[in-house]
């Protein structure tokens, strides 16, 4: 089993920044790939960011591409997604997941261990 625990979010101004982190416990030895997903109110859960254990490949949503950044710290079995730019449209509850088989990073099946979220508030 493999726990995450998110921290990080918050409410901030339109054009404002935040930083979230995902630490990971357990059998994090098992990790193949971390990923975050985002679930506004009404809305089903979307991906956002993902990044492979290994190799640190990342792979990014459309919407927020050049905006957001996924990294990782193997030392401390730790995840971020520094968000730029931010939009009041990328508010959402923001979930950190992770796998220990390649199944679909960008799908929320693809998940088999998932954080208890953490909400991000952009306003106007």
């Known amino acids: 089993q493999v726990q995450l625990v998110e921290s990080g979010g918050g409410l901030v101004q339109a054009g404002g920044s935040l930083r979230l982190s995902c630490a990971a416990s357990?059998?994090?030895?098992?990790?193949?790939?971390m990923g975050w997903f985002r679930q506004a109110p009404g809305k089903e859960r979307e991906f956002v960011a993902a990044i492979t254990w290994s190799t640190s490949t990342t792979f990014y949503a459309d919407s927020v591409k050049g905006r957001f950044t996924i990294s990782r710290d193997n030392a401390k079995n730790t995840v971020y997604l520094q968000m730029n730019s931010l939009k009041p449209e990328d508010t959402a509850v923001y979930y950190c997941?992770?796998?220990?088989?390649?199944?679909?990073?960008?799908?929320?099946?693809?998940?088999?261990?998932w954080g208890q979220g953490t909400q991000v508030t952009v306003s106007l």
């Open positions: 357990g059998r994090t030895f098992s990790i193949r790939y």
């Open positions: 997941a992770a796998n220990s088989e390649f199944r679909g990073i960008s799908t929320p099946r693809g998940y088999d261990y």
